[in-house]
């Protein structure tokens, strides 16, 4: 085996980002130390779904991602949607003509067209709960402390660079380098860009989500085999619902959207009454209304992004994951964009043989990831636009002509190419020290 590194990397928070970060630096004999906030690792209970470039990010990680992936992993149930990412449909019967039809041939919930991707799709949608259990399961013993929550940190004053972290329990911790993967309300973003920074923060993307779980033999009975089993969007007027198959087709996994121009609340997550849910989706079709009257606790989630932030890195400081990019979920790329990090920082930290260069590769990983995580979390909030009518408005055609197209780019990254540039982006910077 390869010797340790000689530098030891603290990783502030468990989510999907710090413990693939986790397992993948431990797996390249990195020393590290992950503090999580909570008493124990979790994730809530929805669906999450992953494209065909994190699936490819998760197998240059480590083998022991890829099979987590694939154990919790489901596709569209039946080979006739084998190839569809979703199939589009308009949910919203305003948008219909007096005879029902929202385009020639097509009604209200009928099929429109499917967004598909290439062959050898190697994406799929996990339970979240079960994908971060089996996540948990890779970390060796000892390397996570709970209850730790990061308040503060602080630069050494003796020249070794290092960074201090504070929690709020009082204790301290001293590391080599701090890799912030806490999140949306990240706290170590705020102390990198400063409070002041309006791009500290997330922002209110005008949208939020009802998130529910339906058990496919119930949905199946509603709605037919072909949409209970498979990935459907129902588009319409500033509101669109969202169905696909997780735990291995035995749960439709729901999440319907709607708008408001303002977040009043504190919490980002509030429980709301069902009439309230039913309100929003009342001028819809049949198809909506049957999933929105099954759906059991109506939860709102509020969601929120980030505006593009200067840097990513400060010093021995970086962020990783949502800390550095949360993004509205209209493209299904967030946390693909996650894990994709991890790669790239773990075969960065990779090259490092000494710690004075850590903040070389930090720089590297800014420099290769920014512009990309970035794109997502702007493309995406367009995306939620364009289900919403309020993109290319209610033309059908230029909607089609626009989805179709615009997740291509995320799908087909260069993956290999780009960890080969970060790679020499920072050996070149290394060598003309
Ligand atoms: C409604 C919705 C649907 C989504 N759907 C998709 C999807 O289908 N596909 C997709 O790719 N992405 C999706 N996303 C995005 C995806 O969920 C996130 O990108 C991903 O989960 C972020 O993981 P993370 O580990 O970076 O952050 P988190 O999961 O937020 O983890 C942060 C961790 O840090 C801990 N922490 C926070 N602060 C501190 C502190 N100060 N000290 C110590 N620990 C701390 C927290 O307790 C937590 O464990 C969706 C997001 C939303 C809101
Ligand atoms: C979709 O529309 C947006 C806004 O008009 C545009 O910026 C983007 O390039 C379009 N994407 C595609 C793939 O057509």
Redesign the pocket.
């Given at each position: 085996m390869a010797p340790q590194k000689p530098f030891n990397i603290a990783i502030?928070?468990?989510?999907?980002?710090?413990?693939t970060l986790a397992i993948a630096l431990v797996q390249r004999n990195i020393p590290i130390t992950i503090?999580?906030?909570?008493a124990h690792?979790?994730?809530i209970g929805?669906?999450?779904?992953?494209?065909p470039n994190?699936a490819l990010a998760m197998k240059r990680i480590s083998p022991t991602i890829l099979d987590a992936f694939n154990k919790c992993k489901t596709i569209n149930q039946g080979p006739i949607k084998a190839n569809s990412w979703f199939t589009i449909r308009v949910g919203d019967a305003r948008k219909a003509n007096v005879d029902g039809y929202v385009k020639e041939g097509t009604k209200v919930g009928d099929a429109l067209y499917d967004v598909e991707f290439n062959t050898d799709w190697e994406g799929g949608?996990v339970y979240?709960a079960h994908f971060l259990d089996e996540l948990v399961k890779a970390v060796p013993d000892g390397v996570a402390q709970f209850s730790?929550?990061?308040?503060n940190m602080k630069t050494v004053e003796d020249g070794s660079g290092d960074v201090i972290c504070v929690?709020?329990d009082g204790t301290e911790a001293r590391h080599d380098a701090v890799i912030g993967?806490?999140?949306?309300?990240?706290?170590?973003r705020r102390w990198l860009l400063g409070e002041d920074n309006p791009a500290s923060r997330a922002v209110f993307s005008g949208k939020y989500?009802y998130?529910g779980l339906i058990r496919t033999e119930v949905a199946t009975e509603m709605l037919g085999e072909e949409v209970a089993g498979n990935s459907n969007m129902f588009f319409g007027n500033n509101g669109h619902l969202l169905t696909f198959p997780i735990e291995g087709g035995k749960t439709m996994n729901v999440?319907a959207f709607s708008s408001c121009k303002e977040w009043k609340h504190e919490q980002w997550v509030i429980t709301t009454s069902k009439d309230d849910m039913h309100a929003d989706f009342s001028d819809w079709g049949p198809h909506v209304q049957k999933i929105v009257h099954a759906m059991q606790k109506p939860d709102i989630?509020a969601?929120?992004y980030h505006l593009p932030c200067d840097t990513y890195y400060k010093g021995r400081v970086c962020l990783?994951?949502?800390?550095a990019h949360?993004?509205?979920?209209h493209?299904?790329?967030?946390?693909?964009?996650?894990v994709e990090d991890t790669l790239f920082m773990a075969e960065l930290l990779k090259e490092v043989e000494k710690k004075e260069d850590l903040e070389t590769a930090f720089k590297a990983f800014d420099e290769v990831r920014r512009p990309r995580t970035q794109k997502i979390v702007k493309t995406s909030e367009e995306a939620g636009r364009l289900y919403e009518f309020e993109l290319e408005g209610d033309d059908l055609n230029k909607i089609e002509q626009n989805q179709t197209q615009r997740m291509r780019w995320i799908w087909d990254y260069d993956l290999d190419g780009e960890v080969d540039r970060a790679r020499r982006i920072y050996r070149s910077a290394v060598v003309s020290q």
């Open positions: 502030i928070g468990g989510g999907i980002s710090g413990l503090y999580e906030a909570a690792f979790g994730e929805a669906g999450v779904a992953f494209g994190a949608g979240r730790k929550r990061l308040v929690f709020a993967c806490d999140g949306i309300k990240a706290m170590t989500a998130r999440v989630w969601l929120f990783l994951g949502d800390a949360a993004s509205t979920p493209q299904g790329a967030g946390a693909g964009a996650c």
